[in-house]
């Protein structure tokens, strides 16, 4: 039996990818400490004792009481023969109970509701998941939705799931429709599954996307109903499990949001038979071909460009807008010519002065990281770069000329022209107003605290100690994590409590069509050792005029736990989000967190302040990037409570996304503290003493 198929029938026995590797190591290597695996295995300490802890609870990994313990595993024998005894003891109880449970069904009436509510679901475990996507084929009446990579089709085949769509009884009337990135890497993968595609009837076609549009997220549409898409974590991508957690839902609101980005992708996209036939033949249409050399490809490239009359225009990179900024001399003899150039590239910290210099030259916009580099020369020439999946996860997205796309059809030229002017147009211009210019330079505090008040002393307090990065170290936070207890108190006016979670910030600049203001939305993903117990909440903040002039002012405060409304109360008191402190359900605010991205998704409307404005059910992604960093602050509050906080971050791509948007904001407009905590002290603890002097020594 090989490790993977070891692996696998562990992972079927309920222990994710990393439990089952520190099992595997541990059964073989006999007793060992936590260090030693941490450094054999290359994985962080938190990680090892969140796994060690669940190995414990399931019996199968003891540890010494020993400081510092040694863990060991029982034999894969026992491991095997235990999990065999529970089901069958499970199913033995199921057919003991099953007449009692038909009896019991039968005497339960439920009334019918006119409306089904909105709710969220999350998935775990790939048995379940692929069940439940088999649950809703079956269920389909007209219209089945699918985005997938070619290799989880493969999966989805494993799992019979291609078969059950084959057999739908309403087949001949129900359309399925699939959308997946073709490549030569995975093209005898999918002429496979095409060749077993039986012929009954089915209403089945399969298209790939243009301009090498990244597909995400990986997603299931049934009927405009419902939706479940998957979370990949962006880290450690050789250990994490592709499709281990799903999340479902059938809000309305953000199943049309979801179907809106199907649609605009089915509409962009190209049958996969004619697909399939330009990858084995290397030229698509006439006129059409790939350059390898990378020389060649330059100089093709350069002579195109320098005989533009009309237009450039350019899909590029964060870096690649970097290596721009150093052309401004091409540029400025483009706008001598008339051309007109237009630039969309993801805008993050390290190109913000490159922009600044190319909007003095060419028109600028801001789009997500998930594209190929394009560029169309007076609606004649085409090219486009590829950018590998790895360049995309560092960033490392400097233009390259190793092999390039080419193309001067017509017809060809204009379809992608006309997507691009399609994104040109759903792209946002980089908003001068940055989180960095409301919160200063060192990331997110548990309160926003824009960077002019920080001595206006305005709304949401001041800052009077701060280590800035380089302080403390990232492993300091994460251990003081790892290693929290729980403290209680039953009194949070009157007692310091201690929060440990996962923070997101991001500053929102809606299109006018949205009918929505400005807002600074901070997420917060409470952890269960929290002295108020595990929470996902919400706060949101508007850009008010105050008597002492514009601020961000949090408006209203959203979370699913009753135990911490008060606290919330007295933490913005004398602020609007005091009077307006809103206790939601747990399946109306999901907020998850994988690896280095966060996802908060309501299904309920939110009242903002001034009343007209309500936000209305709605999705935010929020996508940690670069090196992480580390800092610690100490804040006073209007309200008299003393926050202190040290936290692990990184700077964030920021996607918000309703029925009627797909708005993505600017690059810089997002910060993710994976690794955060915040200790509380209220006005009666701190001491009035304490805090004149504090303010004596405020830094700013």
């Known amino acids: 039996m090989s490790q993977e198929k070891?692996?696998?029938?562990?992972?079927?026995?309920?222990?994710?990818?990393?439990d089952s590797k520190i099992y595997v190591y541990l059964a073989k290597r006999g007793p060992q400490k936590g260090n030693q695996i941490s450094k054999a295995l290359k994985i962080q300490k938190y990680q090892l004792y969140r796994s060690l802890k669940k190995l414990q609870s399931k019996a199968i990994v003891s540890a010494t009481l020993e400081h510092p313990a040694r863990f060991s595993a029982v034999s894969f024998e026992?491991?095997?023969?235990?999990?065999?005894?529970?089901?069958?003891?499970?199913?033995?109880?199921?057919?003991?109970?099953?007449?009692?449970?038909?009896?019991?069904?039968?005497?339960?009436?439920?009334?019918?509701?006119?409306?089904?509510?909105a709710r969220f679901m999350v998935i775990e475990g790939r048995n379940i998941i692929y069940s439940r996507i088999k649950q809703m084929m079956n269920e389909t009446k007209s219209q089945l939705s699918i985005i997938s990579t070619v290799s989880g089709l493969a999966r989805a085949d494993q799992f019979g799931l291609l078969d059950a769509g084959f057999r739908h009884p309403r087949r001949s009337k129900v359309q399925f429709r699939l959308l997946?990135?073709?490549?030569?890497?995975?093209?005898?993968?999918?002429?496979?599954?095409?060749?077993?595609?039986?012929k009954t009837g089915l209403r089945f076609e399969i298209r790939n996307p243009n301009l090498g549009l990244r597909l995400f997220p990986r997603m299931v549409i049934r009927d405009g109903e419902e939706v479940m898409f998957f979370i990949t974590p962006k880290v450690d991508m050789a250990l994490s499990e592709p499709d281990k957690v799903c999340l479902w839902t059938n809000c309305n609101?953000?199943?049309?949001s979801f179907s809106a980005i199907f649609e605009e992708l089915w509409r962009n996209s190209m049958d996969i038979e004619r697909k399939i036939a330009e990858i084995e033949t290397g030229k698509p249409t006439p006129k059409t071909f790939v350059i390898s050399d990378a020389k060649a490809v330059k100089k093709k490239y350069d002579e195109i460009l320098q005989s533009a009359k009309e237009e450039i225009l350019l899909l590029t990179s964060s870096k690649g807008l970097i290596e721009l900024g150093k052309k401004l001399a091409q540029?400025?003899?483009?706008?001598?010519?008339?051309?007109?150039?237009?630039?969309?590239?993801?805008?993050?910290?390290?190109?913000?002065?490159?922009v600044e210099q190319l909007s003095k030259l060419c028109a600028v916009r801001h789009v997500p990281i998930h594209y190929w580099g394009t560029t169309i020369v007076d609606g004649k020439h085409l090219f486009q770069?590829?950018?590998?999946?790895?360049?995309?996860?560092?960033?490392?997205?400097?233009?390259?000329f190793n092999k390039a796309y080419y193309t001067d059809d017509v017809e060809w030229v204009e379809m992608m022209k006309t997507a691009l002017n399609d994104i040109w147009r759903s792209a946002q211009t980089p908003s001068a107003v940055t989180l960095e210019s409301m919160v200063g330079p060192y990331g997110p505090p548990a309160v926003p605290i824009p960077k002019h008040m920080l001595q206006a002393k305005i709304i949401d307090g001041k800052i009077i100690d701060f280590k800035p990065p380089g302080t403390i170290t990232e492993k300091e936070v994460m251990n003081k994590i790892i290693y929290a207890q729980k403290i209680a108190a039953k009194d949070p006016a009157k007692e310091v409590s201690r929060m440990y979670a996962s923070i997101g910030i991001a500053a929102i600049h809606p299109p006018d069509y949205l009918n929505l203001p400005e807002m600074l939305i901070h997420i917060d993903k409470v952890e269960k050792q929290s002295t108020f117990g595990a929470e996902d909440a919400l706060t949101i903040f508007l850009w008010l005029e105050t008597p002492r002039g514009h601020v961000y002012v949090p408006v209203a405060t959203v979370g699913d736990s009753p135990q911490v409304q008060p606290i919330r109360r007295a933490m913005f008191a004398n602020t609007p989000a005091g009077q307006n402190v809103q206790l939601v359900k747990k399946d109306e605010l999901q907020v998850r967190v994988h690896g280095n991205t966060m996802?908060?998704?309501?299904?309920?409307?939110?009242?903002?302040?001034?009343?007209?404005?309500?936000?209305?059910?709605?999705?935010?992604?929020?996508?940690g990037y670069g090196n992480v960093?580390?800092?610690?602050?100490?804040?006073?509050?209007?309200?008299?409570?003393?926050?202190?906080?040290?936290?692990?971050?990184?700077?964030?791509f920021v996607t918000f996304m309703h029925s009627s948007s797909k708005y993505s904001g600017p690059g810089t407009d997002g910060l993710f503290a994976r690794d955060y905590i915040m200790i509380k002290t209220p006005p009666q603890t701190c001491g009035k003493a304490t805090m004149q002097s504090e303010e004596k020594n405020t830094a700013v």
Not at 331 to 336: A, T
Not at 385 to 400: G, H, I, M, N, V
């Open 180 to 198: 997946t990135h073709l490549s030569e890497q995975n093209l005898r993968t999918m002429k496979s599954l095409l060749n077993e595609t039986p």
């Open 253 to 256: 609101s953000l199943v049309d």
């Open 385 to 400: 770069f590829k950018t590998t999946s790895a360049d995309l996860q560092e960033l490392k997205l400097t233009p390259r």
């Open 331 to 354: 540029l400025k003899k483009c706008n001598k010519k008339g051309v007109s150039v237009k630039i969309m590239a993801p805008v993050v910290k390290e190109n913000v002065d490159a």
């Open 78 to 117: 026992k491991v095997i023969d235990l999990f065999i005894r529970a089901k069958l003891e499970e199913a033995k109880s199921i057919q003991h109970e099953k007449s009692d449970l038909l009896s019991t069904w039968q005497t339960i009436q439920v009334e019918a509701t006119p409306e089904v509510p």
């Open 599 to 623: 996802f908060a998704g309501w299904t309920v409307p939110i009242t903002l302040y001034p009343p007209p404005y309500v936000l209305p059910p709605a999705c935010l992604l929020i996508e």
């Open 629 to 652: 960093k580390t800092l610690a602050v100490t804040l006073l509050n209007p309200s008299g409570f003393k926050s202190e906080i040290e936290e692990n971050y990184f700077d964030a």
């Open 6 to 18: 070891v692996l696998k029938t562990l992972g079927d026995l309920g222990l994710t990818r990393l």
